[in-house]
């Protein structure tokens, strides 16, 4: 397996311009969780999806953000207008429950992750 | 609810020293541990994880780590350290019945000659 897929790798945009980042999760895993890395806050969780539903947004910062998942092998982050303060690294990570119903197994598995600037 | 505390932003060690990277959790529920690794520029990867059974956990690269219930502890070790190793180790706890990991604040390993 190819593992979790995140295009682009790196992201230079200006403030006020859309950026749309990018996630293939590994076959068959139905969660599917989007973090932001920062120096200064860590590594934070901004949404997940199970079965491609949004589960839990609690940890989107503001409305500026918004994700989606249309199917099973693709999400988006959406970031509109972007601001300087949200220059990070953006990961997505994909897991899956195991056994049938059984979740205390699962593993997540990160992609390369993406680095926004924005100017 | 779930928390993790790493001791030390940095651990520097020799090359051949002992590794000991300190993680305490709190959970309301059974925990499930886990230890990611980050390269620079790279994606987290998994170490090793805890879930039930034997509290020792061996991982990948000749790490493990031991779970401590009366401790609240899932310290990570490794008997001698490669220059390899230096990297970045992420602690995170997964209570039993929840989706989603809580992550430590990660801890930057420096390995010197």
């Known amino acids: 397996d190819a593992g979790v897929i995140q295009s682009p790798r790196h992201e230079v945009t200006e403030m006020g311009q859309e950026v749309t980042l990018r996630c293939k999760p590994i076959?068959?895993?139905?969660?599917l969780f989007w973090y932001r890395q920062t120096m200064m806050r860590g590594l934070e969780l901004l949404i997940y999806f199970n079965n491609n539903v949004p589960i839990d947004d609690s940890g989107m910062p503001e409305d500026r953000f918004s994700a989606k998942m249309p199917n099973a092998s693709f999400s988006t982050l959406k970031i509109q207008p972007s601001e300087p303060r949200d220059s990070a690294v953006y990961f997505c990570?994909?897991?899956?429950?195991?056994?049938?119903?059984?979740?205390?197994?699962?593993?997540?598995?990160f992609g390369p992750g993406t680095r926004l600037t924005v100017l | 609810a779930q928390s993790v505390t790493q001791l030390g932003s940095h651990v520097s060690v020799s090359e051949g020293a002992l590794v000991l990277l300190r993680c305490n959790y709190s959970?309301?529920?059974?925990?499930?541990l886990f230890w990611y690794v980050q390269y620079p520029n790279q994606g987290l990867q998994l170490l090793l994880k805890?879930?039930?059974?034997?509290?020792l956990v061996k991982g990948i690269n000749g790490f493990e780590a031991e779970f401590k219930k009366s401790e609240t502890s899932f310290h990570l070790t490794k008997p001698s350290a490669h220059m390899s190793d230096a990297a970045e180790y992420f602690c995170a706890v997964r209570g039993s019945g929840y989706s989603t990991l809580t992550f430590g604040k990660g801890t930057m390993l420096l390995v010197s000659p």
């Open positions: 990570a994909s897991s899956s429950l195991g056994l049938a119903g059984h979740t205390s197994t699962d593993t997540q598995y």
């Open positions: 805890y879930t039930t059974g034997a509290t």
């Open positions: 076959s068959g895993h139905d969660y």
């Open positions: 959970s309301s529920v059974p925990p499930y």
